[in-house]
């Protein structure tokens, strides 16, 4: 139990485009989605926390406008790359908190390659 | 404030020896610890965690970990390592109203045959 997808496992694409990530808890609802980066042979930053029907709360220095989180439904949150440059170029990976559940345990979907050329 | 260390970047160890990675952590109350691992092109899962109980917490794949309050410590060990078990560990904290997770930078666990 307890699987979260992501897709697409890689994207490419142009600098000046946008990217959709969708981000889906297969087999469990989840109140709270959180999308991470991570940089080559580092840990893993968080950029925001996204609740269901609420709102993000995006990390210092997270660009809200350029990173889009929708967080529609118990089992689905997406991350929109806006007008994606070479330096958005990363992978990102989502998590999920299953709902009533009173831990911090998270998820984890298999991440997203992403590269702007 | 909230913190993980952890102070290995890497480390090597030959296939069957035994392992000991370190995480150190710093938080007000009572934690909830993780260690996750990554391995090469894959996602994170969870290896084992603690909430409460038992400071001997055993989890998947052969790794256990213990909690020491006094030490601020929850080390992670395995008696005899395998090939596979080259990847990236993570140790973490939970902490904050959000639930969010506080990571350590990562060790890398590289093995000799």
């Known amino acids: 139990g307890a699987v979260v997808s992501q897709h697409p496992s890689r994207v490419i694409c142009k600098s000046g485009t946008s990217v959709k990530i969708e981000c889906r808890s297969l087999d469990f609802q989840a109140t709270t989605m959180f999308w991470y980066r991570q940089f080559p042979k580092q840990s893993l930053m968080l950029m925001a926390t996204s609740n269901e029907g609420s709102k993000a709360t995006y990390e210092q220095g997270v660009e809200k406008d350029k990173f889009l989180i929708n967080h529609a439904s118990l089992t689905l949150s997406t991350l929109t790359v806006t007008s994606a440059h070479p330096e958005d170029s990363s992978f990102y990976i989502c998590?999920?908190?299953?709902?009533?559940?009173?831990?911090?345990?998270?998820?984890f979907g298999p991440g997203t390659r992403l590269t702007v050329t | 404030a909230q913190s993980v260390t952890q102070p290995d970047i890497h480390i090597t160890v030959s296939e069957g020896a035994s392992l000991e990675l370190r995480c150190n952590y710093s938080y007000g109350a009572t934690p909830y610890l993780f260690w996750y691992v990554q391995s090469p092109g894959q996602g994170l899962q969870l290896l084992l965690k603690y909430f409460s109980g038992d400071t001997l917490v055993q989890g998947i794949k052969g790794f256990e970990a213990e909690f020491k309050r006094s030490q601020s410590s929850f080390n992670l060990r395995k008696p005899s390592v395998h090939w596979s078990d080259a990847a990236e560990y993570f140790c973490a904290v939970g902490a904050g109203s959000n639930y969010q997770l506080i990571w350590g930078a990562g060790t890398k666990l590289i093995i000799k045959p």
């Open positions: 998590s999920a908190r299953a709902s009533g559940m009173n831990t911090y345990e998270q998820y």
